[in-house]
């Protein structure tokens, strides 16, 4: 690879790795010489079970860890030149982060819990609230912003969820196991969900361990002991 990124590329490693307490008996390779490449618009699963280094290569992508070795290029941006402050700059303009457990605030109402984000950006109030509005509505959920987490289903958490990492209008959606924790049918309304921003132009990384969520992506990797493999692709 020639360390020049590929035009159109929102995500692209090389050779990325990651070794825990390097040099001494405990020593761990959680990812070794990863090189992926992810396109503007596309919809990506990442695959593996527990251990298999997935969310390391996750928690790199979003800028939240750094690399023992390699390069990673986030929308042209070599990380590895950002300090701190600019890493969560581009963390925060660039990339909108759904989890499992939803990490809603529960005294805030959907509405408000939505808006929070945009505080950190010093976006004026009335813009925020009017924002996460519209943010709402686009996930189905306009007629529930006044209620709390705990006057909605673990659907319309994760669709808060949702809203709330699309509330600065990143380009790049991470979710991490995001239906983990609800029922098949609710998972399937979700993953319909993701498809749909898909199709407005988001890039979707998904991380999961199951195959059958895996399915719903356009193309899926696989994570074993650290190193990445392409599903159909020739090993």
């Given amino acids: 690879m020639t360390g020049v990124p590929h035009v159109g590329a929102m995500i692209e490693t090389q050779r990325l790795s990651k070794i825990y307490s390097p040099g001494t008996e405990a020593e761990v390779a ?13 919809f990506t699963a990442i695959m593996g079970p527990s251990g298999s280094g997935k969310s390391t290569l996750m928690n790199l992508i979003g800028c939240l860890d750094t690399p023992t070795q390699g390069r990673y290029l986030c929308d042209g941006t070599d990380v590895a030149q950002l300090d701190a402050e600019q890493r969560a700059l581009l963390r925060r ?46 996930v189905g959920l306009a007629a529930r912003e006044s209620h709390r987490p705990s006057e909605l289903s673990g659907g319309q958490q994760q669709r808060v969820a949702i809203a709330r990492a699309l509330i600065n209008r990143p380009p790049l959606l991470l979710a991490d196991e995001p239906t983990g924790a609800l029922d098949s049918r609710t998972g399937e309304e979700i993953l319909a969900l993701f498809k749909r921003l898909q199709q407005d132009g988001h890039t979707v990384v998904l991380i999961t361990h199951d195959a059958e969520v895996a399915a719903h992506a356009d193309r899926t990797f696989v994570m074993r002991d650290g190193e990445l493999h392409e599903e159909g692709a020739s090993r």
Avoid: C, T, W
């Avoid at 959680?30 to 596309?42: K, M, P, W």
């Fill in 30 to 42: 959680a990812l070794r010489s990863v090189d992926l490449r992810i396109a503007h618009g596309e």
């Fill in 93 to 138: 303009d660039k990339i909108g982060f759904v989890f499992q457990g939803f990490n809603l605030l529960p005294r805030m109402s959907a509405l408000e819990n939505v808006a929070m984000p945009m505080g950190y950006a010093n976006v004026p109030r009335e813009e925020r609230l009017q924002r996460a509005h519209e943010a709402l509505a686009a």
